[in-house]
């Protein structure tokens, strides 16, 4: 058999621990075999990472942007332990705020649906897409205690000296304040990124924040959403046939309970944070999640929404066997493989990374699967195989 040619090739960044034996698998048995893979490969393995002083963190952050489409492996965001563990020079940022930070993108997160692993929404059909905002508000919130009774404002002094003031609270005793801000070139960025996957994936978008009580806040977030969709992507929109919508955050959330599904809801970035764990865990697993970072440009990196998998590695360096869930590492190259096919008008390509999810699925569906499915699966008597007999079913039926 002829294998597929690819003319461009997809940024590869490699990651760490149970995700990195599992990368290394996905490439012998599921594409190398089928495709003539051309990749540029950047070890963000923790170990790497310290010896390049997180140089190459950046640099392929840098090639996704001169390609257009990356593949990222899970990776190790270091802490006090890791230190330690890896004897590193510094607490290297965590790779995907690095690379967030250099192409400005917003995280799309969704669900990768197979029956036999149902969700606890029973009407939900259709994977519900979270966007982050991923800037911002809380997160870079300032923070006060107010130990006794005074008068607490917010001050915004211009480059001239010209002052605008606001009065917070006049305390009586003591309490708390909190001053967050964002900005219009981020909410910007966000919003453009939201419309452009909107089109991309064919599903509505909804958006919803609390600008009935803050007026001013969330409020500028709905105006520029609206201000864009209506100069740029409105049209675009009808003749696609979906629809943006905006509600507010609490309409939102009793109306998604009640919904199919199929569409993607865009959050500021609390709403985000919280609303994205709920969703994954009511359509079933973590590990069956994917998640790609969209740049404003239509930049596009995928990878799976869970981590290293850590407790899973330090077994398998014990030589004991594992039962890791490989399917969102897949779809991180599933989603990877199509774009790029998308791009270069490489039909085969988006062809084969088509039937490889769906073959994906279909071995799910068989009852064959990983440990952390058939614990939750309304299967009958599934099959647990361990990670690499996992993938070598997949590689059967392919
Ligand atoms: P994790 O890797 O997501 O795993 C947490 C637990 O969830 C696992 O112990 C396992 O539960 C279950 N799980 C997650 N993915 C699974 C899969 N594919 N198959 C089966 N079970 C799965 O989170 P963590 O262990 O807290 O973090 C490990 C490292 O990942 C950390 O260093 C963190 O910095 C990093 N991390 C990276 C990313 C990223 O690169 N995007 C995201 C999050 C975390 P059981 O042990 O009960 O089987
Ligand atoms: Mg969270």
Do not use: F, L, S
């Given at each position: 058999m002829e294998k597929i040619k690819m003319t461009t090739p997809i940024v590869e960044m490699d990651g760490d621990e149970m995700t990195r034996v599992l990368w290394k698998m996905i490439k012998e048995y599921l594409l190398e075999p089928f495709i003539d893979l051309h990749t540029e490969y950047y070890d963000l393995g923790l170990q790497h990472r310290n010896e390049t002083n997180d140089q190459v963190t950046i640099d392929s952050a840098l090639a996704t942007q001169k390609y257009g489409v990356a593949v990222k492996c899970a990776t190790i965001t270091p802490n006090a332990a890791r230190m330690a563990e890896y004897d590193l020079k510094e607490m290297w940022k965590s790779p995907n705020a690095t690379i967030r930070a250099i192409l400005d993108g917003t995280v799309f997160r969704a669900p990768i649906l197979a029956k036999?692993?149902?969700?606890?929404?029973?009407?939900?059909?259709a994977p519900i897409t979270i966007a982050r905002?991923?800037?911002?508000?809380v997160y870079k919130g300032v923070e006060m205690a107010i130990p006794k009774a005074g008068r607490a404002e917010l001050v915004y002094t211009a480059e001239d000296g010209t002052q605008i003031k606001e009065l917070i609270h006049d305390f009586t005793g003591a309490g708390i304040i909190q001053g967050m801000h964002n900005t219009n070139k981020s909410i910007e960025s966000f919003a453009r990124s939201c419309f452009h996957y909107a089109l991309d994936t064919k599903q509505d978008l909804w958006f919803s924040t609390k600008d009935t009580i803050s007026k001013k806040y969330d409020h500028t977030f709905k105006d520029i959403f609206k201000e864009m969709y209506d100069a740029e992507f409105k049209e675009a929109f009808e003749k696609a046939g979906i629809e943006y919508f905006y509600t507010l955050i609490d309409d939102a959330v009793a109306r998604v309970m009640k919904s199919k599904g199929g569409f993607i809801w865009a959050c500021k970035n609390y709403d985000g944070d919280v609303m994205s764990d709920m969703i994954s865990s009511a359509f079933g697993s973590l590990a069956m999640m994917t998640s790609v970072l969209v740049s404003p440009e239509g930049y596009y990196e995928y990878e799976a929404?869970?981590?290293?998998v850590q407790r899973h590695y330090y077994k398998h360096l014990k030589g004991e066997e594992t039962s890791t869930n490989s399917v969102a590492t897949i779809f991180a190259w599933t989603g990877a493989l199509k774009k790029r096919g998308e791009l270069d008008s490489n039909q085969e390509l988006v062809d084969f990374a088509e039937k490889l999810e769906k073959v994906t699925i279909e071995t799910i569906e068989s009852g064959y699967m990983t440990k952390d499915l058939a614990l939750i699966?309304?299967?009958?008597?599934p099959v647990v195989l361990n990670s690499e007999e996992f993938l070598k079913e997949i590689a059967k039926r392919l």
């Open positions: 036999g692993i149902e969700p606890c929404v029973k009407n939900w059909e905002h991923a800037y911002g508000d929404a869970h981590g290293t699966t309304t299967i009958q008597n």
